[in-house]
């Protein structure tokens, strides 16, 4: 079963703008990851936040993370074309046998529009 | 270092027939999950393997199997194929060692009639 929701399901939006994408989620958590797809491939590595981490930056990304409110958004600053995909945040919560199990949300379209 | 890689890419199997997918981790990477994406269920994870043992197991039948050798790569196989069993099959790798990225690979869309 999918840990939790991502807000919007679908996004569209003009070139230049930002992207906003919310991810909720129900249990504890030890980081939570960012991923893309595009087109039913597979998925690419974005970024990862710690659960005792508030904000995280790589280039035009930047995400956010509450633990208290189990949410985190994934911000996309001046959009390109080429960021057209589906997004998907996934938490790995903390397993006593140091493994790793990642719980997906159902992903944010997005399309970006030159 | 090279990818996740898993082949084949693309399968069309019939019901009642088994299938054997391969997954080759990153260099030094001791932990292999996978994963199956639906439309309608979402991407949802199958099990994980770290040096030759299953670690986790989601919530699939048994007829979804695995195992991983001890040069880390992985294979998966679904025996008595359903129609339900059409999906994309993707593989991570990571460190396993907790708290690190899981780096998948493209795919195999498995498509059964």
């Keep these: 079963s999918q840990q939790g929701e991502e807000d919007p399901q679908a996004l569209s939006i003009q070139e230049g703008e930002n992207a906003t994408m919310n991810c909720s989620y129900k249990t504890s958590i030890n980081n939570l990851q960012w991923y ?11 970024i990862l936040i710690r659960s005792n981490e508030r904000e995280k930056h790589s280039g035009r990304l930047r995400v956010t993370l509450d633990t208290s409110k189990k949410s985190s958004s994934l911000l996309i600053t001046a959009s390109r074309a080429a960021d057209t995909a589906s997004y998907f945040c996934a938490t790995d ?3 006593s046998n140091a493994g790793n199990m990642l719980t997906f949300g159902g992903g944010t379209r997005l399309m970006v529009k030159p | 270092k090279a990818g996740v890689t898993q082949t084949p890419r693309y399968l069309i199997k019939t019901r009642g027939q088994q299938v054997t997918l391969s997954c080759s981790p990153i260099s030094g990477h001791r932990s292999v999950s996978w994963y199956q994406q639906t439309p309608g269920q979402g991407l949802q994870f199958l099990f994980e393997y770290f040096s030759e043992t299953q670690r986790n197991k989601g919530n699939f039948p048994g007829r979804f199997s695995g ?21 994309l099959y993707l593989c991570a790798s990571s460190l396993g060692t907790g708290d690190n990225e899981q780096f998948f690979g493209p795919g195999t869309r498995l498509t059964v009639l």
């Design chain 1, 93 to 95: 919560a903390y397993l």
């Design chain 1, 36 to 46: 893309r797809q595009n087109s039913g491939r597979g998925l690419v590595h974005l």
């Design chain 2, 67 to 87: 195992r991983q050798f001890s040069n880390s790569r992985s294979e998966m196989n679904v025996s008595t194929l359903e129609l339900g069993d059409s999906a």
